[in-house]
Nanobody, 128 residues
Framework: QVQLVESGGGLVQAGGSLTLSCAAS??????????MAWFRQAPGKEREFVAA????????YYADSVKGRFTISRDNDKMTASLQMNSLNPEDTGVYYC???????????????????WGQGTQVTVSS
């Protein structure tokens, strides 16, 4: 079992940066066996994939819309995951969710239904 809590959201102007953090609680061993991901949901839209990282951190995946601007990372010792967001634009506005999936390999899913654990979300608002 893994519990997730996001932080770091806020209001930022277009072109600015934010770093989101996801703190996990539970057994460190369980966390280290989880793929981690960030999803977001804009008002009136479905929740969408943003970025994912494998258990070891060796593989990273990004949605085309954020590639080159966002960077996902994790620290298994600290049981945290982060999303560095640069060059933000108003289309990045939404609630950002951290998600975890326990895997038995380096498989790193990118679809919402595959994730088992979710945080409560943190709001990111980018003004133009």
């Amino acid at each position: 079992q893994v519990q997730l809590v996001e932080s770091g959201g806020g209001l930022v102007q277009a072109g600015g940066s934010l770093t989101l953090s996801c703190a996990a609680s539970g057994r460190a061993y369980a966390y280290s066996r989880c793929s981690m991901a960030w999803f977001r949901q804009a008002p009136g839209k479905e929740r969408e994939f943003v970025a994912a990282i494998s258990r070891s951190g060796g593989s990273k995946y990004y949605a085309d819309s954020v590639k080159g601007r966002f960077t996902i990372s994790r620290d298994n010792d600290k049981m945290t995951a982060s999303l560095q967001m640069n060059s933000l634009n108003p289309e990045d506005t939404g609630v950002y969710y951290c998600a975890a999936k326990s895997t038995i390999s380096s498989y790193t899913p990118r679809s919402l239904p595959e994730y088992d654990y979710w945080g409560q979300g943190t709001q990111v608002t980018v003004s133009s």
